[in-house]
């Protein structure tokens, strides 16, 4: 199966600097005319299916994907984004002098470290996982997964270890990368990596990776 994996488009907490993590916010108006793009060009790779995380920002991303390429979405809880704990809804700029020691240790990119309230990047990875493994074994040739920046990073390396190198800290909204899964093996093969050429007549946001 060939899978397209996309982070949603920019939400409204993107667009002010804020932690979203688990937070359930929509796209921002930027964000809904990246998903309109993005959704044309899905329809074109001819996707036969949608799976999303439940998270508003995500299912409006998915839904406009789903309605250009008439075809059904499926919602995975396990695509959900990390649970940022005492992070969440908190501007990034001011985490650094509120919450020096846990922000520190956050972006020391420690894989077990656990935010207060909220997950480790590795319990993240070995949902992420579980995700796509389950989404691979779906009875489809190509599929898109909408879902979030930091579960996707943390499950690409967990997946393709080797590949990591070209995997970066954070994913652009409403960014393209391409797998190819073999259900029967298990493995996975990265075929491109945070594609925005669709978006060039649209704009770019920031990629944090919250």
Same mark, same amino acid.
């Given at each position: 199966?060939?899978?397209?994996?996309?982070?949603?488009?920019?939400? %409204?907490?993107?667009?002010?600097?804020?932690?979203?993590?688990?937070?359930?916010?929509?796209?921002?108006?930027?964000?809904?005319?990246?998903?309109?793009?993005?959704?044309?060009?899905?329809?074109?790779?001819?996707?036969?299916?949608?799976?999303?995380?439940? #998270?508003?920002?995500?299912?409006?991303?998915?839904?406009?994907?789903?309605?250009?390429?008439?075809?059904?979405?499926?919602?995975?809880?396990?695509?959900? /984004?990390?649970?940022?704990?005492?992070?969440?809804?908190?501007?990034?700029?001011? #985490?650094?002098?509120?919450?020096?020691? /846990?922000?520190?240790?956050?972006?020391?990119?420690?894989?077990?470290? %656990?935010?207060?309230?909220?997950?480790?990047?590795?319990?993240?990875? /070995?949902?992420?996982?579980?995700?796509?493994?389950?989404?691979?074994?779906?009875?489809?040739?190509?599929?898109?997964?909408?879902?979030?920046?930091?579960?996707? %990073?943390?499950?690409?390396?967990?997946?393709?270890?080797?590949?990591?190198?070209?995997?970066?800290?954070?994913?652009?909204?409403?960014?393209?990368?391409?797998?190819?899964?073999?259900?029967?093996?298990?493995?996975?093969? #990265?075929?491109?990596?945070?594609?925005?050429?669709?978006?060039?007549?649209?704009?770019?946001?920031?990629?944090?990776?919250?």
């Amino acid at each position: 199966m060939i899978l397209y994996c996309v982070r949603h488009g920019e939400s %409204t907490y993107n667009a002010e600097g804020r932690v979203q993590g688990q937070s359930d916010v929509p796209l921002s108006p930027l964000g809904l005319r990246q998903g309109a793009a993005l959704a044309e060009t899905l329809r074109a790779k001819g996707i036969e299916a949608v799976f999303t995380s439940p #998270l508003r920002r995500a299912y409006q991303t998915a839904e406009l994907a789903a309605a250009a390429a008439k075809c059904p979405i499926f919602v995975d809880h396990d695509l959900k /984004e990390i649970h940022a704990g005492i992070f969440q809804d908190q501007l990034r700029r001011d #985490l650094e002098a509120a919450r020096p020691d /846990e922000y520190r240790r956050w972006i020391g990119g420690d894989m077990d470290y %656990t935010i207060p309230g909220g997950e480790s990047r590795r319990q993240l990875a /070995e949902r992420g996982v579980a995700a796509l493994r389950r989404i691979a074994a779906a009875p489809y040739q190509k599929a898109a997964v909408i879902a979030h920046g930091r579960i996707f %990073t943390v499950t690409f390396s967990a997946l393709m270890p080797h590949e990591a190198h070209r995997i970066p800290r954070a994913l652009q909204n409403a960014s393209i990368t391409t797998l190819e899964a073999d259900a029967a093996t298990g493995e996975f093969r #990265l075929l491109s990596v945070n594609e925005t050429d669709h978006l060039q007549t649209v704009g770019l946001s920031g990629c944090g990776d919250l």
